[in-house]
């Protein structure tokens, strides 16, 4: 058999025997949301002057540029302490919320829970509006309190999605029978219930900084030249000046996200390995 042979035996080896129509659609829609960052990255070792594709040189000036510009930095700063305070009060108050949601049988359960989840059903410019008018009311558009509160509202449905989900596979005996044992209902919830949740309180928890250092519409309608986000600077940059400065941040960001989903699926992977029984 000749080379090509060879090389063609090669290939069919390692190629997998079932190819479904819907694995295809998929390599074929991540490839399209994929393209445009195959554009930029390599845009962000490019000259500082111009956008030029493809960049006809390489280098790390974009990046340095960045990293010593003030106004970028304090942007990037501001994103980072608002997902970090935004993050952590939608944790607490969704997981108070999914554990009480999913443990009780209150009347008017379900339209508490279309109250709580309705963020996600409305557009996020009505959802940005609102809160823009209802934080220049009492006085707080522009503040960072404005957004970290305007981002809480934003996250808590992801984290009561997520977090129900965890619960519902939790075993209720296990808390009735500390009840029986004499364990008040909050020291049930401290000892028993969060230690079993921590996967998905991790997940929430990194979905939740991603969308809120992602944010931009309702960052936009809240902040202020003090207060404004890294996106928001982004969004600005872009129609002012288009820096290239925006093709090292956007590579960044990218990175940064495949992070986060990269850690969010290992702890997903870690949920669904059996545990060994000490005995």
């Given at each position: ?23 295809i659609m998929a390599w074929i829609v991540f490839g399209f949301l994929f393209l445009p ?243």
């Amino acid at each position: 058999m000749d080379n090509a042979g060879k090389s063609t035996m090669t290939i069919w080896k390692w190629m997998p025997r079932k190819v479904s129509l819907a694995g295809i659609m998929a390599w074929i829609v991540f490839g399209f949301l994929f393209l445009p960052s195959l554009i930029i990255i390599p845009l962000s070792f490019g000259n500082k002057d111009q956008i030029v594709f493809p960049p006809t040189e390489f280098n790390w000036e974009l990046y340095r540029l960045f990293f010593t510009t003030s106004n970028w930095l304090e942007a990037t700063a501001q994103s980072g302490k608002v997902a970090l305070l935004s993050t952590a009060i939608a944790l607490v108050l969704g997981t108070l919320a999914a554990y009480g949601l999913e443990r009780t049988q209150m009347r008017g359960k379900q339209l508490l829970l279309v109250v709580l989840l309705s963020p996600l059903l409305i557009p996020g410019v009505v959802m940005a509006l609102g809160l823009y008018s209802y934080f220049a009311v009492i006085g707080l558009a522009g503040s960072t309190v404005a957004l970290i509160a305007g981002h809480t509202v934003f996250l808590c449905p992801f984290v009561i999605v997520t977090v129900s989900a965890g619960v519902r596979e939790l075993d209720s005996h296990v808390e009735i029978a500390a009840s029986v044992m004499g364990a008040s209902r909050w020291k049930i919830f401290a000892s028993v219930v969060l230690p079993q949740l921590r996967p998905s309180l991790l997940t929430a928890a990194l979905f939740s900084f991603l969308m809120s250092f992602d944010e931009l519409v309702i960052s936009w309608f809240i902040s202020s030249p003090q207060t404004m986000t890294l996106p928001v600077k982004m969004y600005s940059s872009v129609q002012t000046e288009t820096s290239p400065i925006l093709a090292a941040v956007s590579t960044m960001l990218t990175v940064l996200s495949v992070v986060i989903c990269l850690a969010a699926e290992s702890v997903k992977r870690l949920m669904k390995r059996p545990t060994t029984n000490p005995l």
